[in-house]
């Protein structure tokens, strides 16, 4: 959302017309618990978002022993992911959010995968900014917020590839950011990011539907929480 050289009134205007939505309220706005055993849909269970951000799944394995009830399973370099459309309950605009996942792997990603994309909303070319969380080649956390006022990547804690669940949490205030891995503050910056509110679909999994940034291992209760 920005790079487009708007003062701040006309940018979050782009940014309305851009998502045909204005911020939804504050609270759980998605929760994806991921344990479905069966299909091809996953459900958002969120109790306050204003919409239902149901996701389609595309090669992925369900019935995946969880982090407390089911998991899916990405399939690496077969390109699984798990795409939702945008809507108002996914674009923070200027406000505080938090986004997170559950991650369990073994495998670190390689030179010829990329990254594992966790969770993405946008791509560093995408109008109106973006979101990511994703696994680095050396097994570490990354968080990444680009808005209307600056692009910020957090990367910290332990290599996570032990086979254990790991909570990464990405937190965006108005002055500040932070990489918070299994409750743990890992990285934070004082940075005023701006707003983050574009039209691009959120993707868990992989960076897009043409492949790229492949994660290869278990995912659970992904949350977007408007603060």
């Not at 089911?70 to 390109?79: I, W």
């Not at 109008?127 to 680095?136: C, L, N, Q, R, T």
Request: charged residues 15%; contains cysteine; positive net charge.
């Amino acid at each position: 959302m920005r790079r487009l050289g708007l003062g701040f009134g006309a940018f979050a205007v782009a940014a309305v017309l851009a998502t045909g939505s204005a911020r939804a309220a504050s609270g759980t706005a998605a929760l994806w618990h991921m344990d479905e055993s069966s299909g091809a849909s996953m459900t958002d269970s969120a109790p306050s978002g204003s919409t239902k951000d149901t996701g389609t799944l595309h090669n992925v394995t369900v019935g995946q022993p969880g982090s407390g009830g089911k998991a899916y399973r990405f399939n690496g370099p077969s390109l699984s992911y798990v795409d939702v459309p945008s809507s108002a309950d996914l674009n923070p605009g200027s406000g505080s959010f938090i986004f997170s996942v559950k991650v369990k792997f073994t495998v670190l990603p390689s030179s010829t995968v990329g990254d594992y994309d966790l969770l993405r909303k946008g791509l560093s070319s995408t109008s109106g900014g973006d979101y990511k969380a994703e696994i680095v080649q050396s097994g570490k956390a990354l968080c990444q917020w680009k808005g209307s006022s600056a692009n910020v990547q957090l990367t910290g804690g332990p290599v996570l590839n032990n086979g254990a669940w790991h909570t990464i949490s990405c937190e965006k205030t108005s002055t500040s950011v932070t990489l918070r891995l299994d409750g743990t503050v890992r990285a934070s910056r004082s940075v005023k990011i701006g707003s983050i509110s574009n039209s691009a679909h959120l993707l868990l999994g992989a960076k897009t539907t043409s492949g790229g940034d492949q994660y290869q291992g278990l995912l659970d209760e992904a949350t977007i929480t408007l603060t």
